[in-house]
């Protein structure tokens, strides 16, 4: 199955897209937790998906991380087929999970040495780079203490300055900001937005804090059961409602939920734990 | 950034990458070998003693220490092996395991890391053994023939079972499941092997499981190998390519479930 015949037409004239979906979809057993996802992310921007938990806003990433197959649909990621290409996009994608997951038992060094290897980047450049990379998000000073050591914010930054090593056109990051203290979380914004300037790489954050949304995002796409709600930048999508609104009020006016309230916290995740068990 | 090609060059690295991320981890934390140390210590100190007055027990007669120290050092790398299951839940569980799984690196690269980390615990973990039975008075042989084919079979073993290991983890995919598992299958494969026993002393029945353990080849290589004049059954070549043919298919399997895990 391939979706970039039917893509690649529709987005002539207009910037190179680095992610495009074509009703992605994935049902876990009745299930549906991303429900016809189709949307377009421009190169360089900071996109943001915005829900509750249990949205399928991770499992939206998943798919386009290549972890998971989509039921149906399709997808291109930089630049290459979702269904026929995936070794090509792990090549050219970064990923920082929900979970905290630099290891703990290895050193910030350690852990960066680990993905600069696993990437097959060039020997000659790889103390620089990734010198390059710890000085790039405040790092340096810590690269020899193990990381259980870390705070909550200084592993997230770790986690981003893998992702970076090998120049990937695009990062996913699942709820970077998820338990972190607002010191830590301004933190995670300002090395983001670094990183965009430096790099030029389009990040997709998933996240279900509002004000996160309003000041990192470019554009922001709110997801509600499996759909995508509405698309726009957090000015545009504010518009619609009215002078003072916020992006709270757009959610509840779209969905008739608010989000700290909108679906069964975790309901989704359960099912899925409940299906995987049955096959 | 171009696609670099996938050349042999670069999947070894893939695989030593991994490997060598469990290498940083036991110089961080050393401390974990000497504790796991202890239970084969005791078994050969206690177990070893106590039977060691029960005659017919080693085939051609020698002291009964000698012809259990091989068998307790696959046994004390097979435990250890056998609930590398538990780590990879639990990498699952940390995130770790989906950095591994977005990275470039192809599936068998990392089983085959994995397996190589486990090989590399167990070969240590050999180590703190040898010197035990050395001081116990076990005659070992420290020719270098015989040195390099017992950290062959010693890693052939341990990347066999931590491979094994990994695919039940896929199969049941939560620790607790996992604990019980493991404990139900390290006495099978134990007991029905020549680890503490001929296989002559089997029932034929028992005699016919042992056959298809791989346990108990590493074991027979091991005898050949450790001892000073000590003697294979089955002959040290045949112990090596069974082994390998093990741990190739086990490679092969986990390579297709391994992604299952961060779905």
């Known amino acids: 199955m391939s979706t970039t015949d039917q893509l690649r037409p529709s987005s002539a004239g207009k910037p190179p897209a680095v992610v495009q979906t074509f009703e992605l979809t994935c049902r876990f057993g009745a299930v549906t937790a991303v429900d016809s996802v189709s949307l377009s992310i421009e190169a360089g921007e900071i996109f943001g998906l915005i829900g509750p938990n249990g949205a399928g806003k991770s499992t939206l990433i998943k798919m386009l991380t290549t972890l998971l197959p989509p039921t149906s649909g399709g997808a291109v990621v930089a630049g290459f087929d979702l269904a026929t290409h995936p070794a090509d996009i792990r090549r050219h994608i970064g990923y920082v999970p929900q979970l905290l997951s630099a290891d703990g038992e290895l050193t910030g060094y350690e852990n960066l040495l680990l993905s600069y290897r696993l990437y097959l980047l060039p020997h000659a450049e790889r103390d620089t780079r990734i010198a390059a990379a710890l000085a790039m998000m405040g790092l340096s000073d810590v690269r020899d203490r193990l990381v259980r050591n870390y705070s909550g914010g200084m592993i997230r930054r770790l986690e981003i300055a893998q992702s970076t090593l090998h120049r990937p056109a695009i990062i996913f990051m699942d709820e970077p900001t998820e338990g972190l203290d607002p010191t830590g979380r301004h933190a995670v914004w300002k090395h983001i937005r670094d990183l965009r300037r430096e790099l030029g790489t389009a990040v997709v954050v998933t996240t279900h804090y509002m004000d996160e949304a309003d000041q990192l995002c470019d554009r922001v796409s709110l997801i509600s059961a499996g759909r995508i709600q509405t698309v726009g930048t957090p000015a545009e999508l504010k518009a619609l409602i009215g002078p003072d609104a916020t992006l709270d009020d757009v959610f509840e006016k779209l969905t008739g939920a608010t989000i700290a309230t909108e679906g069964e916290y975790g309901e989704v995740r359960q099912t899925r734990r409940a299906a995987r068990e049955h096959t | ?263």
Request: net charge positive; glycine share 8%.
């Open chain 2, 1 to 263: 950034m171009m696609a670099i090609p996938m050349t042999m060059t670069g999947y070894f690295t893939q695989v030593l990458a991994v490997a060598d991320a469990e290498v940083q981890k036991l110089r961080h934390d050393p401390w974990e070998l000497v504790s796991r140390a202890i239970q084969p210590i005791l078994w050969l100190v206690l177990f070893g003693g106590v039977m060691a007055q029960v005659r017919g027990l080693s085939p051609s007669g020698e002291p009964y220490l000698d012809f259990l120290a091989p068998g307790i050092l696959a046994q004390s790398v097979l435990f250890v092996a056998i609930f590398y299951g538990i780590s990879a839940i639990w990498e699952r569980d940390l995130g770790v395991l989906h950095r591994y799984m977005v990275s470039p690196a192809p599936r068998s690269a990392l089983v085959s890391g994995k397996a190589l980390s486990s090989s590399i615990r167990g070969l240590s973990q050999a180590l703190v053994i040898y010197v035990c039975a050395a001081i116990m008075g076990v005659d070992l042989s420290f020719a270098p023939g015989n040195i390099a084919a017992a950290v062959l079979l010693i890693g052939l073993g341990s990347g066999l079972f931590a491979t094994f290991s990994l695919i039940i983890a896929c199969i049941v995919k939560t620790r607790e499941r996992f604990m019980g598992i493991g404990q139900v299958l390290t006495m099978p494969i134990f007991f029905a092997s020549n680890a503490i026993y001929p296989i002559d002393l089997m029932p034929r029945w028992l005699k016919a499981v042992s056959s298809l353990n791989p346990l108990t080849y590493e074991v027979d290589g091991l005898r050949a190998v450790m001892l000073r004049g000590g003697v294979s059954a089955y002959g040290l070549g045949y112990d090596l390519l069974a082994l390998a043919a093990v741990l190739t298919l086990l490679i092969a399997i986990a390579t297709r479930m391994y992604p299952r895990m961060t779905q």
